[in-house]
């Protein structure tokens, strides 16, 4: 996941993909003999494993991501509950599809550089090896369709990429929802919006406050397209959003070193690396805290049962 959002307004209708006739996993499988494993996956992008920056500068998965924070909450409850975490940095709705950024081999990842394989293909080949024991599947993408729109570096080149990548990142989420939902029916897939790790923007000054106010409403728009699919497909949503109070420019809180500053701003730099000084930041990825944040958000999803 890259720099998320850019500090411009823009009216952008979200596109509504199709309704499809599924129904909410009503059949799930609970109940397995002592012993027998079961499997939690964890697919998406940069997020979904951990990343984090070393002291130099360089971003490694951890164990500390939301999906290892996740399984640690639930599988004192479920024993025989094992995490498989087939994500991916960098990884897009094509890409999830399509491969081209990490190897995968099977059912497996191999790599995180290579062009074999796709994380999707992995995901699938790997439900069907372990047929009615995956439970669980978690699920954040799209934050880096966003990128190329970014790159342009102008408004109007913003304005004229966005519209396009959010119908194509619409498109591309239906197919992989299908998929998923086609491998197994029964299992509890659970999808994420995101935060705006460009509100940190705030810190630098005017133009930078300016920026950060605009992206808010950039990031709701593309959290809505996000939404809009899940919602069609009857997949809850981790509102990570609201967990960060991406919205919450009113309430003042006041940081060690930072000052005070917009409820919202102040999260991101508390929950994220994007406030600090480099090599280490600024990164938009989570430190151990924001991880936490976004495994509870993924909590609130799950049924009760599955916890107990």
Known sequence: MKRLFCGIVIAVSVLAVPAVAYASPGNVHWGF????????????????????PTPAGVDEPTNVGYPNQLYAKIR?????????????????????????????????????TGDTGSQASAALAFIAAHKGHVPLITLDIGANDLNPCIATGTISGIEACLPGVLNTAGKNL????TELRTADPGAIIIGMNYYDPE????????????????????????????????QDYKVPVADVATAFDTTDMTGQVTLPNLGTLPRNVAEVCELTWECVAPPQGPNEHCNARGYAVIANAFLAELPLRFLF
Request: glycine fraction near 12%; include cysteine.
């Open 199 to 230: 509100l940190a923007e705030w810190l630098t000054g005017s133009a930078g406050q300016t920026f950060a106010t605009d992206s808010v409403e950039l990031s709701s728009i593309f959290n809505a397209t996000l939404e809009t699919v899940y």
């Open 174 to 177: 239906a197919a992989l929802l």
């Open 76 to 112: 004192y409850s479920y024993p025989d509950l094992r995490l498989d975490q087939l994500g991916c940095p960098g990884e897009t709705t094509t890409t999830i599809l399509d491969g081209g950024i990490c190897g995968y081999s099977g059912d497996q990842r191999t790599s995180y």
């Open 33 to 52: 003999p002592f012993g027998t494993a079961s499997y939690y996956l964890a697919l998406g992008d940069s997020l979904s494993v951990g990343i984090q």
